[in-house]
């Protein structure tokens, strides 16, 4: 039994130390990206908040200004989710246009790759290496090794017993198992799945879109109207002309689900199945659990570093 415990041992710290770098890179990115859009909100206001106007609302179609109103090229729009949220609208050359939905002021434009959110995730999902396999390769290698780091580490911890050389880290562990190890069940099928180079740009949840054709804000003209009295149970966050459906559009909901239609008559459309990504994806956030599955999956990645904090802090007290 000492023999088998010491054996345990040997490999929890040996997978430790091999992981380490890898491990605490994808636990810090992953912990920051959990907020990540209430932080751009903050760093960049200008952008991301809209003054409230009562009285002034209009619909999808009208939400464009007028310095803009001519352009033929987007390929994406996302309506505001509230009174105090601008709009964005995306074009063809990747610019993200954001408005004001009740006034159709222009609030200014950036890229899709600028933002704290933009960054964050480049940083965590290694588009920033420029070959996305060999990210994808250490993220699943790093991950099992996770998984394997936990599992060696309760296993110890139940052979010993009681009583723990390391209580703080075998605290930490013990209380973070259970949501990483949820989380990064997902990880293959998000490092697998579908291409990440379309992501919807607003932050209340990243949906992961195939490439999309370029429509008219003519375009958009009585969906919104359809959606409220037809899909009442849908709250638009994204609205873009499929590659599958180029003669028609799509409206993609907070939940996951998408209304596609094979023309510009909403009323001969059908849903689309959530996707198996989209799934993993609320798995690997948290988002499932609603706003407190994502304070408690920043709380488990962050209790990454931790655990090396805690055990390098006995090493020292020793």
């Known amino acids: 039994m000492f023999s088998h415990q010491r054996t345990l041992r040997f490999w929890h710290r040996a997978l430790a130390m091999a992981l380490m770098v890898p491990l605490i890179w994808l636990a810090v990115t992953g912990a920051l990206l959990g907020f990540s859009a209430e932080t751009d909100r903050i760093v960049t206001p200008e952008l991301l908040s809209a003054p409230h106007l009562p009285g002034h609302e209009r619909d999808w179609s009208n939400q ?54 933009a960054w964050l995730l480049r940083l965590h999902t290694g588009d920033f290496l420029g070959v996305q396999w060999v990210y994808r390769v250490l993220a699943l290698i790093a ?110 909901c907070a939940d996951g689900r998408a209304w596609v239609s094979p023309n510009l008559n909403p009323a001969f459309g059908a849903w689309v199945p959530i996707s198996l990504e989209r799934q993993a994806l609320d798995w690997h956030t948290g988002v499932f659990l609603g706003q407190a599955g994502r304070v408690l999956w920043v709380l488990a990645a962050l209790a990454v570093p931790l655990l090396w904090w805690s055990r390098r802090r006995n090493v020292e007290i020793k």
């Open 64 to 117: 464009l200004p007028t310095e803009l109103i001519h352009s033929d090229q987007w390929i994406g729009f996302a309506p505001a989710a509230t009174p105090f949220d601008p709009s964005i609208w995306q074009s063809a050359a990747n610019i993200l246009w954001y408005v004001n939905p009740q006034s159709a002021e222009l609030r200014g434009h950036r890229r899709t790759a600028e933002g704290v959110q």
């Open 143 to 252: 991950s099992a090794g996770l998984g394997l780091l936990i599992v060696s580490g309760l296993l110890a911890v139940r052979q010993s017993g009681r009583q723990t050389r390391l209580p703080l880290h075998t605290l930490i562990g013990a209380l973070s198992a259970a949501p990483l190890l949820i989380l990064l069940a997902a990880v293959a099928v998000l490092a697998w799945g579908a291409s990440r180079d379309e992501v919807q740009p607003r932050g209340a949840a990243w949906v992961v879109l195939s490439e999309t054709q370029r429509f008219t804000a003519a375009d958009l003209h009585g969906w919104l109207a359809y959606t409220q009295t037809h899909l009442p149970d849908c709250r638009p966050v994204w609205v873009n002309r499929p590659v599958q459906v180029p003669s028609g559009l799509q409206v993609q």
